[in-house]
């Protein structure tokens, strides 16, 4: 086996790696770069406890190997905190009461950041078709979709007070022109 | 861990090729052979990744010539394009419905085809969309319709040394409409217990024409019913007609008992699944929005998800 040198950028930072062939980036995110947000459920795509943002899209880290990081950009929960602050996504889901035994909510937070990406301000079917993939055995969804819907209020507000220049984290105003300049129509 | 294995990441077609005619398992999203690996069965001693392969790549709609998807087109890309509700919806409601959101991200259509399912959610729409399939090798490309492209469970008319790089579908007329219905027992993350798809012309008279009808679920391989289409061709829409296609189709599909449902039940399904997907595309053919969904209600009291009581919070 031959292991593989991987340059990414993982939550806003360079790193250069060498990983074995054969190493989920699920394993690879725990073991090798002390990313412990990222959860073992699963392990076959089911659960979404495992999910990270890979270039701004939502996929299930135990189905991806590390070694096809090369140029890519990972982003976990640990990248969406400030310094000073957590992300409104995060705040809200302590305030709604989005956290049961807390296993899957870290893959929670990262699909409610690609819902956030894709809608603006989704609606609460749009949250519930966005979410399908993570699995909550707290059965906790309600709550959850409510965290949702408020940390878009919070954004919001936020916004209204700094105004639209406010950036947040893992939030790519562009990503709806990026994707759909993935299409060539003639 | 996964098994054991040796990685390729070729960016050149033809390494890819050779790769593959050595007995390395081509891999794009890994939705089916990651899985299948970390289930304890090994797949091959080496893997080549296929990612990075340009011929493979290409997400195109022309109008009056159709769709050119690349094999690495993902479901992701299919569900949020307009262009596929408007002229493909059965494509929509298929590629939308494959597992989840993290997992429409990586699966390729191109992987869709070749994992050979028969539970695939994304063929049944292609083949009654006359999808054509393009295989290339080192010595050039194939062109193969869907229908014949599969030879047996999980066989295809490809050769060792080929893959499938891009399947190209036909533009739609406007006088056409598609549709396809997914049984399943949950919202998501389920495989299709049955999914019948169909696909119709209908002229200012109401006469079918062009009529498909695609099973999933119900033989080795998804496959089109061709019994059924001839019963609806060049025919008057009414109930009457479509309910005798709907006993064409049961008796054509042969699907087989598991431990998701028995065959009685899916064939039971198989009849009345295609009399409600007939009325839903001949409801799109002549409607002036194809892009708005239809209520897909298959027995009295379904409840969609927009229905189900709503907890306040």
Known sequence: MKDIVVNFTLNGRQCKKLVPANKTLLRFLREDMYINSVKEGCNEGECGACTVLLDGHPVNSCLVLAAELEGKTVLTVEGLTDDDRLHPIQEAFIEAGAVQCGYCTPGMIMSAVACLNLYGHPTREQIRKEMEGNICRCTGYTRIADAILLSVEKMDAIVAEQGADVAFRGIDKNFVEKWNASYEVK | ?313
Not at chain 2, 51 to 80: C, D, F, M, P, W
Not at chain 2, 101 to 124: C, E, H, K, W
Not at chain 2, 292 to 311: A, F, M, S, W
């Open chain 2, 1 to 313: 861990m996964l098994n054991d294995f040796e990685l390729f990441m070729p960016t050149d077609f033809n390494e890819a090729c050779a790769l593959k005619a050595n007995g390395a398992k081509p891999v794009a999203g890994g939705t089916d052979v990651y899985v299948n690996m970390h289930g304890g069965k090994k797949e091959a001693d080496q893997v080549v990744d296929i990612k990075n392969l340009a011929e493979l790549k290409g997400t195109s709609y022309t109008a009056g010539q159709g769709l050119v998807l690349g094999a690495l087109t993902s479901h992701r890309q299919i569900e949020e394009w307009d262009v596929i509700k408007k002229n493909y919806y059965a494509m929509f409601q298929g590629c939308s419905q494959v597992g989840s959101v993290q997992i429409r991200y990586r699966a390729t259509l191109g992987g869709n085809i070749m994992n050979g399912a028969p539970s695939a959610d994304s063929i049944g729409p292609m083949l009654v969309h006359d999808a054509v399939c393009v295989v290339k090798g080192p010595n050039g490309e194939r062109k193969i319709p869907l229908d014949k492209f599969y030879t047996g469970f999980k066989k295809f008319d490809i050769q060792p040394d080929e893959l499938l790089a891009r399947i190209e579908i036909p533009d739609t007329p406007a006088n056409a409409g598609s549709a396809y219905y997914k049984y399943m027992r949950r919202g998501a993350m389920d495989l299709a217990l049955m999914g019948v798809s169909a696909y119709v012309e209908l002229d200012e008279n109401d006469v079918m024409s062009h009529v498909r009808i695609a099973l999933t679920t119900a033989g080795p391989t998804p496959m089109r019913s061709y019994s059924a289409e001839a019963v609806l061709e060049g025919q008057k829409y009414s109930d009457e007609i479509i309910i005798a296609a709907a006993e064409a189709v049961a008796s054509e599909g042969k699907p087989r008992s598991s431990w998701r449902s028995s065959a009685e039940f899916r064939v039971r399904l198989l009849h009345d699944v295609t009399i409600m997907v007939l009325h839903e595309a001949v409801k799109r053919a002549k409607a002036e929005d194809k892009a708005q969904p239809i209520k897909q209600v298959l027995y009295k009291g379904q409840q969609g998800l927009e229905e189900r009581p709503k907890v306040q919070g």
